[in-house]
Structure formats: structure tokens, C-alpha cells
């Protein structure tokens, strides 16, 4: 059995979504995180919205270095 879903916004049963790859920022900072998007196939509206994981750990390191300064 194949699970499904309905979309809460056009009420079509749903089998698979679209995901795309967004980047996830905190107001207008320009640092950010990889995330994935899932929309609906049908009428195209977001449905949810992640952090990748797979990913994850990359953007860890990343914003690790960023936030270090020297001297502490």
C-alpha cells in the first residue's frame, strides 16, 4: 500500500510532492542553511519546509568557523 496524503490547500489525494532545494536565512541575514521545499504537484503551494539533512553537517561546520574569533 502506497501511502498518500491530501493537500490542504487544493484537496487533491496526493502520492508524491515536489521538492526543491530553498536556502533558509534568519531575516535578512546573509548567512543561511540549505533546506528543501515540498510542494504540491498540482497546484504548486508549499506544503513544508526543512533544514537538509543531509547537509546539515556541512552548514554546522560552516557557521562553527564563521563564529570563531581569534584571541578567545
Known amino acids: 500500500m502506497i501511502n498518500s496524503g491530501q493537500c490542504p490547500y487544493c ?17 535578512y ?14 497546484c504548486h503551494k508549499v506544503i513544508s519546509v526543512q ?10 561546520e560552516k557557521a562553527l568557523k564563521n563564529s570563531h574569533k581569534p584571541g578567545y
Open 29 to 42: 541575514s546573509s548567512n543561511g542553511w540549505h533546506g528543501l521545499s515540498y510542494s504540491c504537484p498540482v
Open 11 to 27: 484537496k487533491t489525494i496526493l502520492y508524491s510532492l515536489t521538492v526543491e532545494e530553498v536556502k533558509l536565512k534568519i531575516g
Open 51 to 60: 533544514i537538509n539533512p543531509n547537509l546539515l553537517n556541512k552548514d554546522l
